[in-house]
Protein backbone atom coordinates (compact mmCIF):
# COMPACT_ATOMS: atom_id res chain seq x y z
CA UNK A 1 0.00 0.00 0.00
CA UNK A 2 2.64 2.41 1.12
CA UNK A 3 3.23 5.57 2.89
CA UNK A 4 0.38 7.91 3.04
CA UNK A 5 -1.16 10.46 5.49
CA UNK A 6 -4.49 10.44 5.90
CA UNK A 7 -4.43 12.47 8.93
CA UNK A 8 -4.03 15.98 8.51
CA UNK A 9 -3.39 16.53 12.33
CA UNK A 10 -0.01 18.10 13.58
CA UNK A 11 1.61 19.09 16.98
CA UNK A 12 3.53 21.95 17.82
CA UNK A 13 5.88 20.30 20.85
CA UNK A 14 7.97 23.27 22.26
CA UNK A 15 9.63 20.83 24.77
CA UNK A 16 11.22 18.68 22.08
CA UNK A 17 11.62 21.42 19.47
CA UNK A 18 9.16 20.11 17.16
CA UNK A 19 6.31 19.68 14.90
CA UNK A 20 4.68 15.96 15.29
CA UNK A 21 2.96 14.64 12.52
CA UNK A 22 1.58 10.78 11.56
CA UNK A 23 1.07 8.81 8.20
CA UNK A 24 0.12 5.35 7.86
CA UNK A 25 1.53 2.44 6.15
CA UNK A 26 -1.66 -0.06 5.81
CA UNK A 27 -2.81 -0.66 9.59
CA UNK A 28 0.85 0.14 11.09
CA UNK A 29 1.15 4.49 12.57
CA UNK A 30 4.11 6.12 11.84
CA UNK A 31 4.86 9.00 14.21
CA UNK A 32 6.97 11.91 12.51
CA UNK A 33 8.75 14.91 13.98
CA UNK A 34 10.34 17.35 12.39
CA UNK A 35 12.76 19.47 13.73
CA UNK A 36 12.51 23.93 14.27
CA UNK A 37 16.34 24.08 12.08
CA UNK A 38 14.37 21.90 9.46
CA UNK A 39 11.62 24.17 9.40
CA UNK A 40 13.76 27.02 9.57
CA UNK A 41 16.04 25.79 6.52
CA UNK A 42 12.41 25.69 4.77
CA UNK A 43 11.71 29.35 6.01
CA UNK A 44 14.49 30.90 7.25
CA UNK A 45 12.85 33.84 9.61
CA UNK A 46 11.02 31.03 11.61
CA UNK A 47 11.24 31.53 15.40
CA UNK A 48 9.66 29.07 18.21
CA UNK A 49 6.00 30.79 18.15
CA UNK A 50 3.61 28.38 17.60
CA UNK A 51 1.55 30.24 15.19
CA UNK A 52 4.89 30.53 12.85
CA UNK A 53 6.15 27.33 13.23
CA UNK A 54 2.87 25.52 12.23
CA UNK A 55 2.47 28.18 9.47
CA UNK A 56 5.52 27.06 8.02
CA UNK A 57 4.98 23.32 8.53
CA UNK A 58 1.05 23.68 6.85
CA UNK A 59 2.97 25.95 3.73
CA UNK A 60 5.38 22.81 2.77
CA UNK A 61 3.35 19.97 4.08
CA UNK A 62 3.92 18.50 0.49
CA UNK A 63 8.32 18.97 0.89
CA UNK A 64 8.03 17.19 4.64
CA UNK A 65 5.48 14.43 3.62
CA UNK A 66 8.39 13.74 0.57
CA UNK A 67 10.97 13.81 2.84
CA UNK A 68 8.92 11.66 6.02
CA UNK A 69 8.58 9.21 2.39
CA UNK A 70 12.54 9.41 1.77
CA UNK A 71 12.95 8.74 5.21
CA UNK A 72 10.50 5.99 6.06
CA UNK A 73 11.65 3.81 2.91
CA UNK A 74 15.38 4.25 3.90
CA UNK A 75 14.00 2.32 7.30
CA UNK A 76 10.46 1.05 7.72
CA UNK A 77 10.13 1.93 11.42
CA UNK A 78 7.30 3.51 13.34
CA UNK A 79 9.60 6.79 14.21
CA UNK A 80 11.37 9.20 12.38
CA UNK A 81 12.99 12.67 13.20
CA UNK A 82 13.44 15.31 10.05
CA UNK A 83 16.31 17.47 10.62
CA UNK A 84 17.76 20.03 8.35
CA UNK A 85 19.75 17.72 6.67
CA UNK A 86 16.39 15.64 5.26
CA UNK A 87 16.02 18.93 2.80
Not at 10 to 22: K, T, Y
Not at 37 to 45: G, I, V
Request: aromatic letters at 12%.
Amino acid sequence: MGLNFPNPVRRFDLGRSCVSFWGSDASMEITFQIDFEALRKLSPDTGDVEADVLGVFDANREKIQNAARIAYSRHRTGYHRLTGASF
